[in-house]
Structure formats: C-alpha cells, structure tokens
C-alpha cells in the first residue's frame, strides 16, 4: 500500500537560496501579506535556521505548514496562507 500525499497547486515561490537569518522568513511574511487567504507559498532556503524559524513563526502566526522537504543543498517549505 502506498500514501500519495497531494501537495496543493504552489501559487507562489519564494527563492531566498543564498539569503541569509532572517532573510527567508522576511520574505515569507512579505509574501504573505501579498497572497489571497488559501494560496500556497514555497520558500525556497539554503539557511539552515529557515528549517526552524519559519516552521515556528507559521504557528505562531496561524498558517498551516504543508510540507518541508529537503533538496540539493536547499530547503523547501511550503505554506498555505489560512486568514
């Protein structure tokens, strides 16, 4: 038996690779601010504190944390805006 987990259509990404703390989550929150409630961010980061921080700061701020997938040498962490 196999699980397919379906990732939602990305509505935007965000590549901060080569940004540094706290870089990826500013831009997070900027992008963000921009999207529709339900869109679907991917921060693209090769910080290695992105892998916490935005994760955190998601809670804390109430969106929900789709997935976080690590690549080649970068993160992936895919959000959906909730309000």
């Known amino acids: ?27 997070l929150i900027r992008g963000i601010r921009e999207a529709a409630v339900g869109d679907i961010l991917s921060v693209y980061s090769s910080d290695k ?10 809670e804390k701020a109430g969106h ?8 080649d040498g970068y993160d992936e962490i895919i959000v959906e805006k909730t309000h």
């Open 64 to 71: 929900r944390l789709v997935s976080l997938e690590t690549r």
């Open 1 to 27: 038996m196999t699980d397919t987990i379906t990732t939602p259509a990305i509505t935007r990404t965000i590549d901060a690779r080569g940004s540094f703390c706290p870089g990826p989550l500013m831009e």
């Open 49 to 58: 504190g992105s892998k916490t921080d935005i994760p955190k700061w998601i």
